[in-house]
């Protein structure tokens, strides 16, 4: 038995000996390639693509195998970069929702929607009015003036000349819309029912009278807007009576506009990256030294609370941004609302 043994141990000893020779040379691999290579049984390498080894981002050198004469194949795999995220475009439309009569406190208590959508995206928490009664605020927001007036009169009474944004917009190649919950013919100047015409400030600009009865449109024309993606560069959507809060509660103001904001972030221009929303109220109750919740949604926005002293110019600044034409009036000195936020408007 010990005579049939002894050839198998002396074989079992060969074969350990020349796998414990094979251990050097592994190692002169791994110091020379920085691979490790040596795991397991000895095998022959298999030869895929160049010979080369790695010596910095996308070069290589020569390297020879350690344990024979010939040039020893290695593979190496190029690791790309962190994959680029492609740019989002550029803001070139905003889309301005009014709230009435309210105050900032009021408005986070009685509006979870809106107040919720801030803490989303964005919240102003220092945005002001710049006066009362509500017209000369909605002429703040679009011309950069309040040009004097001090009371809720009709166009009849109150002619303006010169430009607002919309018609900036216009000038500039772009496109401007006024959307009037309402309102039954395109920039009717007299209020009828639940429409306000104190509260759709483009009916005042006897200089774009035409553009604003061809651009300013009863709010059934928002709908296919936001379905198409042809929301215009400078916007407003003007609630009725009702869903301003003016007549009715900021509950059911919420929900109305809950039900809009939900159809815009559904759209394309929302989609794209391309659309701001900001929702403000026209001015407080008297009560709160003018400041209003005011909201900004971008799908860029995250968590952010912009504490600069903002109002109705700084809006009308933005909405001169989205324009690509000057900020009109007083909105020329006032605080960016795109640089806030960290935003590009064009």
């Known amino acids: 038995m010990a005579v049939l043994l002894q050839p198998v141990a002396e074989a079992e000893r060969a074969r350990l000996s020349a796998r414990r020779g094979l251990w050097p040379a592994c190692a002169a691999v791994v110091v020379a390639l920085g691979l490790a290579a040596c795991t397991g049984s000895p095998k022959q390498p298999s030869t ?11 070069t290589t050198s020569p390297t020879t195998s350690a344990t024979a004469s010939t040039t020893t194949p290695i593979t190496t795999t190029s690791v790309p970069a962190t994959t680029a995220v492609p740019a989002r475009p550029r803001v070139d439309k905003v889309l301005v929702f009014v709230v009435e009569n309210h105050s900032e406190g009021q408005m986070s208590a009685q509006m979870p929607y809106a107040a919720g959508l801030g803490r989303r995206y964005a919240v102003a928490t220092a945005y002001t009015a710049v006066t009362h009664p509500s017209l000369p605020n909605y002429l703040a927001m679009v011309a950069g003036s309040t040009y004097g007036i001090r009371d809720d ?13 919309f018609g900036l ?11 009037a919950e309402g309102m039954a013919t395109h920039c009717q100047l007299a209020p009828a029912g639940r429409y306000a015409v104190k ?9 774009e009278r035409a553009a604003c009865r061809r651009f300013d449109q009863p709010l059934t024309a928002l709908p296919a807007a936001i379905t198409a993606g042809t929301l215009p560069s400078v916007g407003m959507v003007v609630p009725d009576l009702c869903h301003d809060a003016h007549d009715c509660s900021l509950d059911r103001a919420d929900q109305w506009f809950a039900g809009w904001m939900r159809r815009v972030q559904a759209g394309p221009d929302w989609k794209a990256g391309r659309l701001l929303v900001v929702l403000t109220a026209d001015e407080d109750d008297h009560h709160a030294g003018n400041r209003v919740l005011t909201v900004l949604a971008h799908p860029d926005l995250h968590q952010q609370r912009v504490g600069a002293a903002l109002d109705h110019y700084a809006l009308a600044r933005l909405l001169a941004e989205a324009a690509g034409a000057p900020a009109p009036g007083k909105a020329k000195s006032s605080p960016s609302i795109s640089d806030a936020l960290g935003l590009r408007v064009r």
């Open 48 to 58: 895929v693509g160049s010979d080369s080894r790695v010596t910095g981002a996308g």
């Open 153 to 165: 009169d009709g166009p009849a009474r109150h002619r303006l000349n010169g430009a607002s944004v």
């Open 169 to 179: 917009a216009l000038t500039q190649g772009r496109t401007a819309a006024v959307y």
């Open 199 to 207: 509260h759709n400030p483009w009916a005042y600009f006897v200089d």
